[in-house]
């Protein structure tokens, strides 16, 4: 967009309101409050196929059987995760359970889960929610019971 300042009337006009919009700008800007983050807010909860250590950075997107792994956590003594199936369905497992941390880690067994998208999503007290999709995919044999902490699956 171009703005047109003519010199010999309204320049002086022009140029008042321009520095009249960048302070209303500049007051609102300042009023904002930066978020502060709750201890253990930039800490993840990585998905690694079975038999991955925990330590390893990468995500796995798809797996067969898996674990979960916790890191960057500050000071939270746990974290509490749940998985479910894509799209909610009901009979479908439903996994929840709490990750214990010792130092901002943690890891969970490895565990199964039938074929299909899931959702993991955890949180801590005075933490905001997070999540991520993965896909379980054991070529055919996909109807492996679950393993772990389960809840009847319905939505």
Do not use: E
């Not at 700008?25 to 800490?43: E, F, H, I």
């Not at 955890?122 to 772990?148: E, I, L």
């Not at 902490?149 to 939505?155: I, K, N, R, Y």
């Amino acid at each position: 967009m171009r703005i047109h300042v003519r010199a010999d009337r309204g320049g002086a006009r022009l140029g008042s309101a321009l520095v009249a919009a960048v302070a209303v700008g500049g007051v609102s800007l300042m009023g904002a409050v930066p978020a502060s983050a709750a201890p253990g807010d930039s800490g993840v909860i990585r998905i690694h196929a079975a038999g991955v250590p925990a330590a390893n950075t990468s995500d796995a997107p798809k797996v067969c059987s898996f674990n979960l792994s916790a890191v960057n956590f500050q000071t939270v003594p746990s974290v509490t995760y749940t998985i479910s199936p894509l799209p909610k369905a009901a009979g479908k497992p439903t996994l929840t359970g709490q990750l214990a941390l010792k130092q901002g880690k943690g890891a969970t067994p490895d565990t199964a889960l039938p074929d299909g998208t899931y959702q993991l999503s955890w949180t801590f007290p005075g933490g905001v929610p997070k999540q991520k999709t993965f896909k379980v995919n054991c070529g055919g044999a996909g109807d492996a019971k679950p393993q772990g902490p389960v809840s009847a699956g319905g939505g």
